[in-house]
């Protein structure tokens, strides 16, 4: 509604300069025809809309609760990315509906994945910020044969769980298995790995292991935390006493990173000679800022850091920094922002079509240039593959500390793909 | 394996930040009779406050401190006239329920100020990286600032309560309430300054605790547990307690996640389950 169709103004104006009266009534006729002329293009294009009823998305995502940022980013990612191409996702309009977990709630989000199918009539679900949520509707997407582009959750078995569910965020196995490699590369040869104590660490613990293990390495002890743990020392000591070449630590994102840094740096690791190797997580966009003079130097791999040097995200990061100032961008609402460009993409592909099994045929195999770099969506697994990057953690001119990237690995899955 | 000496020291300093921020829990607890789940948003508003002097206003770090203590105080103060006054008469279903509503009050209000993310807390550079003791023994340097001032507030403390007049009166008000009154101690405004202080003793562990664990908005929630199994394990109302029951969980922790890694996150518990099982009432009763 906002592409302007004419431009009438312009006939209308020129009444003001003149003054003949029976002139002026004339002019008038002609305005007010140029007028009615624009009024019924306007009109025209609103039954070209009304023709095709407006697109009806189910959001479902946090917005209440210590993670009440997950949804605000996707939210903003969303509305940016329809900010920038019209508000039409394939030539038709969006109507959103939202539904907010407040966190991880797997009834929760399998009671509104059915509520927003049977009585809102979504045509897709999108979202989905926690692994247990994801897990949870899988049963209720199969049932009803609706798609649902995963925004998010990121255990590597979420696409398994339902032919309806195609994933564009990443896996904590896909961005920690590169790491091992990489780490093998450098002539890195003993590593410790210090991961929280549930399942993703798990997944992390173990991809990082079988990459550097295969490359020639020897994880020679593993560490697992509790995920409440407030006081780092007694892990890192340890980790100094035992002394190997290198540290490879997954939390997730949150005050577990940088405290862990924290104790890094007090410490002395790097003084020590041992090498710091994380994931993204250890350095999301939310948290960084926090972790100080500690985080510099971290070597971490991930799918997207927000100083990613390609046109497209600069076109994110400054139309997001417009929309929303300080309030920095992080890889939930560039996710968001891709989920609207995958799917205006599939749908252009299927001619509008939004039932399940065509628009699954259309995810399958998609590929679009997304603000991280290039992306794909599995053929058969339905999992996001996409460049990971190793990056390094600097200070800007402007004082921030961001990631920079300076070695990559192309087309990645996950490992247990 | 350099181990113990440095384990002992890590673990006492712990225990130290523990005490700090648990010792408010346990007076109001023992003399108020008030099972305060809200406790940690005054470590928080502490924590928050020292972030705001220090990093946002250029403060130094030993200046914003005890400042962000006695703004947490005065805070402590007028709830505890406004709010916490209507509890001490209520049952403990009632208290519970009011105070874990207000943690998630001071959650949404701290989140909605703040944001959801971490706070930067930055040591000055006298307080960073380590010192050694003797050769061999090397601290961290601000580990060791801790373990002094731990030390002294405890002391001041201890001295607080049981040689001053002032002390031997919150402790008459907390044997008997009504009796206190009677012979002419004004309960409401020693128990509105006992709160208070209890608050800004948070406060100050809050701001002390931040550059080791890190504040965000859930941190009241997130290190309750903590507060509470000190407060249980010493016996409400004893600082002597609280202070012997922090430095058991400190130090075991410690030691627990350096020696024994694979069960190290769990053996806290077990301590706390084995330790109520043998003194129920505390490891230092209240008489």
């Given at each position: 509604m906002t592409t302007p169709r004419s431009n009438p103004p312009a006939p209308l104006n020129l009444t003001v300069a003149v003054h003949d009266p029976a002139r002026r009534r004339a002019l008038k006729l002609v305005g007010a025809g140029a007028l009615g002329a624009a009024l019924s293009q306007v009109a025209g294009g609103i039954a070209f809309a009304a023709d095709a009823e407006p697109l009806k998305i189910g959001l479902i995502v946090t917005y209440s609760g210590p993670y009440a940022d997950y949804g605000k980013q996707m939210d903003n990612g969303i509305a940016l990315w329809l900010k920038q191409n019209g508000e039409r996702v394939a030539g038709r309009a969006v109507e959103i509906v939202r539904r907010d977990t407040a966190g991880p709630a797997p009834d929760l989000a399998a009671r509104f994945a059915r509520e927003l199918i049977t009585r809102d009539k979504v045509q897709v679900i999108i979202g989905l910020?926690?692994?247990?949520?994801?897990?949870?509707?899988?049963?209720?997407?199969?049932?009803?044969?609706?798609?649902?582009?995963?925004?998010?959750?990121?255990?590597?078995?979420?696409?398994?769980?339902?032919?309806?569910?195609?994933?564009?965020?990443?896996?904590?196995?896909?961005?920690?298995?590169?790491?091992?490699?990489?780490?093998?590369?450098?002539?890195?040869?003993?590593?410790?790995?210090?991961?929280?104590?549930?399942?993703?660490?798990?997944?992390?613990?173990?991809?990082?292991?079988?990459?550097?293990?295969?490359?020639?390495?020897?994880?020679?002890?593993?560490?697992?935390?509790?995920?409440?743990?407030?006081d780092f020392s007694a892990y890192v000591q340890r980790i100094k006493d035992t002394r190997p070449e290198a540290v490879f630590f997954f939390f997730p994102s949150g005050d577990l990173p940088n405290n862990f840094l924290k104790a890094a740096k007090e410490r002395g690791l790097a003084e020590a000679g041992i090498r710091l190797l994380a994931t993204g997580e250890a350095m999301d966009d939310s948290y960084m800022q926090a972790a100080g003079d500690a985080g510099l130097g971290l070597i971490t791999t991930h799918h997207y850091s927000t100083a990613h040097e390609s046109d497209l995200n600069r076109k994110f990061i400054a139309g997001y920094a417009a929309d929303n100032g300080d309030y920095a961008p992080n890889y939930m609402a560039m996710t968001a922002y891709d989920g609207m460009a995958v799917l205006d993409?599939?749908?252009?592909?299927?001619?509008?079509?939004?039932?399940?099994?065509?628009?699954?045929?259309?995810?399958?195999?998609?590929?679009?240039?997304?603000?991280?770099?290039?992306?794909?969506?599995?053929?058969?697994?339905?999992?996001?593959?996409?460049?990971?990057?190793?990056?390094?953690?600097?200070?800007?001119?402007?004082?921030?500390?961001?990631?920079?990237?300076?070695?990559?690995?192309?087309?990645?899955?996950?490992?247990?793909? | 394996m350099s181990g113990l000496p440095i384990v002992l020291f890590d673990g006492t300093v712990y225990g130290m930040l523990l005490f700090l921020m648990s010792v408010g829990l346990s007076v109001t607890l023992g003399l108020m009779g008030v099972v305060n789940l809200a406790h940690g948003s005054f470590?928080?508003?502490?924590?928050?406050?020292?972030?705001?002097?220090?990093?946002?206003?250029?403060?130094?770090?030993?200046?914003?401190?005890?400042?962000?203590?006695?703004?947490?105080?005065?805070?402590?103060?007028?709830?505890?006239?406004?709010?916490?006054?209507?509890?001490?008469?209520?049952?403990?279903?009632?208290?519970?329920?009011?105070?874990?509503?207000?943690?998630?009050?001071?959650?949404?209000?701290?989140?909605?100020?703040?944001?959801?993310?971490?706070?930067?807390?930055d040591l000055p550079a006298f307080l960073q990286g380590q010192i050694a003791l003797w050769p061999g023994a090397e601290v961290g340097a601000y580990r060791l600032f801790l373990l002094i001032l731990g030390g002294v507030l405890a002391a001041g403390i201890f001295f607080g309560l049981e040689r001053t007049r002032f002390g031997a009166r919150v402790r008459a008000a907390q044997s008997d309430r009504d009796m206190a009154g009677g012979v002419g101690i004004n309960v409401d405004r020693l128990f509105l300054l006992s709160f208070a202080i209890g608050a800004g003793l948070a406060g100050a562990g809050g701001a002390l605790a931040i550059p080791v664990i890190g504040l965000d908005p859930s941190f009241p929630l997130k290190y309750l547990a903590f507060f509470l199994i000190v407060v249980s394990l010493g016996g409400p109302g004893t600082v002597t307690g609280s202070l012997v029951a922090a430095l058991i969980v400190g130090i075991v922790d410690v030691a627990g996640k350096y020696y024994l890694p694979g069960a190290g996150g769990f053996l806290i518990y077990a301590l706390v389950v084995a330790m109520l099982i043998w003194r129920p009432q505390g490891l230092v009763a209240r008489t």
């Open positions: 910020d926690f692994s247990p949520n994801a897990m949870a509707i899988a049963p209720v997407l199969s049932q009803a044969k609706v798609p649902c582009i995963i925004l998010n959750a990121s255990a590597s078995d979420i696409p398994k769980k339902s032919d309806y569910i195609a994933r564009i965020s990443f896996t904590v196995g896909q961005v920690s298995a590169p790491m091992g490699t990489w780490a093998g590369r450098q002539g890195i040869r003993t590593a410790m790995t210090v991961v929280a104590d549930y399942s993703s660490g798990a997944d992390a613990e173990t991809a990082f292991k079988t990459t550097f293990e295969a490359g020639g390495g020897k994880v020679v002890d593993s560490l697992r935390v509790p995920m409440n743990n407030p993409k599939a749908l252009t592909a299927t001619g509008g079509k939004t039932d399940g099994a065509t628009l699954m045929g259309a995810l399958k195999g998609l590929s679009i240039e997304s603000p991280r770099g290039p992306i794909e969506i599995g053929d058969k697994t339905r999992d996001i593959i996409q460049t990971v990057y190793v990056r390094r953690t600097e200070r800007l001119e402007n004082g921030k500390l961001a990631c920079i990237e300076f070695d990559k690995f192309e087309k990645v899955q996950d490992p247990r793909a | 470590a928080a508003i502490g924590g928050f406050a020292s972030v705001v002097l220090v990093h946002r206003l250029g403060m130094p770090f030993l200046l914003g401190v005890p400042l962000a203590a006695l703004i947490t105080a005065a805070i402590g103060g007028v709830l505890e006239a406004v709010l916490f006054r209507r509890l001490y008469r209520r049952g403990p279903l009632d208290q519970v329920l009011f105070t874990i509503g207000m943690v998630y009050v001071w959650i949404a209000v701290s989140t909605r100020i703040w944001g959801a993310g971490q706070q930067p807390a």
